[in-house]
């Protein structure tokens, strides 16, 4: 079965495209890495699925369905340094943030919900810290609570921003543990991630990526000396050259 | 005193309108600010400020009234297109929101004061009282302002206390709310819409100019004695009421005085005392923390003095004079009496003659921190690769810091060592 699927996904920042045609069918109950260098698209890409940035064009199905209509299986990880944490919230308030819902508003947190919320938080070890002011966390345990909030939500598919980023050695084993048993309960993980030395052990399918996607497929067909070097030996001249030239003309990348 | 008690009694109606509609405008203008200081948007408030005057000013052109209702909807209109045009600069240009701003409430603040100025230019007699506007007609609340503001403010408490979670994301992570599904251009929408009200409203009281003060000071105030949002949002609303109670008292009991400018006087004393006084974040708190810091240092510095002299072959048990202890370490004299002093008070230290001697519990103290210093180094040494002449500068410090806990992991990762690089004995506890 497939999970995510994008058909000639296009998406640019003042017309300059930043993903190009990206096309590829990601399967269920992987963990899987999107790997490329700086500056590659990989959190574009992130969010373009997850319908947080406009695409120039193609489309994105998830369970061949609209994200629309299947919101509530997907759930996001941002990365740790798009929000402030200085913000006046507990842990507790973050995860529970997880079980809000379109059809909730108005509604108020139920016990359950906070039973959810508990769970989540064991399941990264963070549960201790559950009345914890957020801006009293190391790096790792807010990486650990935005993973919480996402578990909260009880989704089958998790798409994860640099979760490996700039974490303690402590967190980066409860989340590559999590990762494992979430792959056991059949969910599909999807992970941006930079670090070569570590794809290799982290994940069973990769898409590499920049700019284009140069291959996706399970990590013993891609991971290798030719492809990486496609990936991370420099962005294609042309390509970059036309992407340069529609922002300059003020060009779409669809008539 | 006379004075007080009239103005606490309400008998004269007025001062009661005034009490109450500076109360109201203080209070829905902090519950608002809390989510433009959490959103980052201070300066926004003080956009729409600017922007209401024309909406003001045009109400009154086209219905002839004062009444409050036609100028807040004007003053609605404008302080709306301003929040949209500022949005619509930064989306669509280069321009940064900063820069918007600037824009958006310069210029609409210019139209703002042309038609006012041909208002009062043109023999319309009822426009006398419209400048108010620009600072504030507090003082002369009547019964009919007290009714639509707490209106408007009961509106704007129902908005956040029904919206309160959602309000929350979206001040924290408003891409999370969108990815959940919520419809979080209409939650903006709202968050806005009391915004422009609280500012159209509040302006009465404190007028234009100082409008951006009533909303974001009393949530930075707030901001200093807590951490959970709702009490946060409490804190601020009750500094805006204390505040608009205050300001029509003072310029009751002292009719000379503005009325606005005193409320926000008073906020500003509020959120200043926040800074300064509040527990654990505030700077006394602050301060406290580094003046503790600095005496545990001292202590135990001159504490080590015994020590070292003992090492030296002397013996733990000889009495030192100050002169010793001065030729072994660099100290003034007089923060060498202070120590002294502090580790007599701890029972560390035995005063004999002129004389100084360490006691049996100052002495285990005083190896405890010798330990540290000496424990450190060797992880200098051996972790960081750091050359034994490198690493005692560093010790020096950090030996004051290491918890027990950090010192039984460095016990154990080192695995319990005798000597610190420099071959100096480590002293362990018997």
């Keep these: 079965m497939i999970s995510i699927e994008t058909h000639n996904l296009t998406v640019s920042y003042n017309r300059r495209p930043v993903l190009w045609n990206i096309d590829f069918e990601l399967p269920t109950g992987k963990i899987i890495g999107i790997i490329g260098p700086n500056g590659s698209g990989k959190t574009t890409l992130l969010k373009a699925i997850m319908g947080l940035v406009p695409t120039s064009s193609g489309y994105v199905k998830i369970f061949d369905q609209d994200l629309n209509d299947v919101r509530s299986r997907v759930s996001y990880v941002p990365q740790r340094e798009s929000v402030d944490w200085d913000f006046p919230a507990s842990v507790m308030d973050i995860v529970l943030m997880g079980r809000y819902k379109k059809d909730t508003l108005f509604k108020r947190i139920s016990k359950a919900d906070k039973d959810l919320a508990a769970e989540a938080l064991e399941k990264v070890n963070m549960l201790e810290y559950s009345n914890r002011q957020i801006s009293q966390l190391s790096g790792g345990q807010q990486q650990r609570v935005f993973i919480a909030r996402s578990l909260a939500q009880g989704a089958d598919i998790y798409i994860m921003d640099e979760p490996f980023v700039g974490v303690d050695a402590a967190t980066e084993e409860a989340i590559l543990k999590l990762l494992s048993d979430m792959k056991d309960e059949g969910k599909t993980v999807v992970v941006v991630h930079h670090d070569l030395q570590t794809a290799k052990d982290f994940f069973d399918w990769i898409v590499l990526l920049n700019t284009r996607m140069v291959a996706a497929g399970p990590i013993e067909e891609i991971f290798n000396e030719k492809l990486l070097q496609e990936a991370y030996g420099g962005k294609l001249n042309v390509l970059s050259q036309v992407g340069d030239l529609m922002k300059e003309k003020a060009f779409d990348v669809r008539e | ?430």
């Design chain 2, 1 to 430: 005193m006379n004075s007080t008690f009239q103005f606490l009694s309400f008998s004269d109606p007025n001062v009661l309108f005034v009490v109450l509609g500076t109360m109201i405008l203080g209070a829905s203008a902090a519950i608002v600010g809390c989510f433009s200081f959490l959103r980052k948007r201070a300066l926004v408030g003080d956009a729409i400020a600017h922007s209401i005057l024309p909406g003001v000013c045009l109400a009154f052109m086209l219905t002839g009234s004062k009444n409050p209702l036609y100028l807040i909807i004007g003053a609605f209109i404008t302080g709306w297109l301003s929040l949209l045009l500022i949005d619509g600069i930064t989306r669509t240009t280069k321009l940064k929101s900063d820069t918007a701003i600037g824009i958006i409430l310069s210029v609409f603040f210019g139209v703002g004061i042309l038609l006012l100025t041909s208002i009062q230019h043109s023999g319309n007699a009822s426009q006398a009282g419209l400048d108010k506007f620009l600072f504030g007609k507090a003082a002369s609340l009547t019964k009919d302002d007290v009714y639509v503001f707490g209106t408007i403010a009961l509106i704007l408490i129902a908005v956040v206390i029904l919206f309160y979670k959602e309000f929350k994301l979206i001040s924290f992570n408003p891409d999370y709310a969108k990815v959940i599904g919520l419809p979080v251009r209409f939650l903006e929408f709202m968050l806005a819409t009391i915004t422009v009200l609280a500012v159209a409203v509040g302006i009465q009281a404190v007028g234009v100019v100082l409008m951006a003060a009533l909303l974001i000071t009393p949530a930075s105030g707030a901001r200093f004695w807590t951490d959970k949002l709702s009490v946060m949002i409490l804190i601020a609303t009750a500094f805006g009421a204390i505040s608009g109670f205050l300001g029509s008292y003072i310029s009751y009991i002292a009719p000379a005085m503005p009325t606005g400018p005193w409320i926000v006087m008073c906020l500003s004393v509020l959120t200043i005392g926040s800074i300064w006084f509040a527990p654990k974040t505030g700077m006394l708190a602050k301060y406290k923390v580094q003046k503790d810091n600095q005496r545990k240092i001292l202590i135990e510095n001159v504490l080590k003095l015994f020590y070292h002299l003992g090492e030296r072959g002397s013996g733990f048990n000889n009495e030192r004079s100050v002169k010793d202890l001065l030729a072994t370490r660099d100290l003034r004299t007089k923060e060498l009496k202070r120590g002294l002093r502090l580790l007599k008070k701890e029972n560390w230290l035995r005063k004999k003659g002129n004389n100084w001697l360490i006691t049996q519990s100052g002495l285990n103290e005083a190896k405890r921190i010798i330990k540290l210093h000496r424990l450190w180094e060797m992880y200098l040494n051996q972790r960081l690769k750091l050359q034994p002449d490198h690493v005692h500068n560093d010790a020096e410090a950090i030996e004051h810091i290491i918890t027990p806990e950090l010192e039984r992991q460095l016990e154990k990762e080192l695995n319990y060592p005798t000597k610190d690089p420099h071959e100096s004995i480590i002293p362990y506890a018997e």
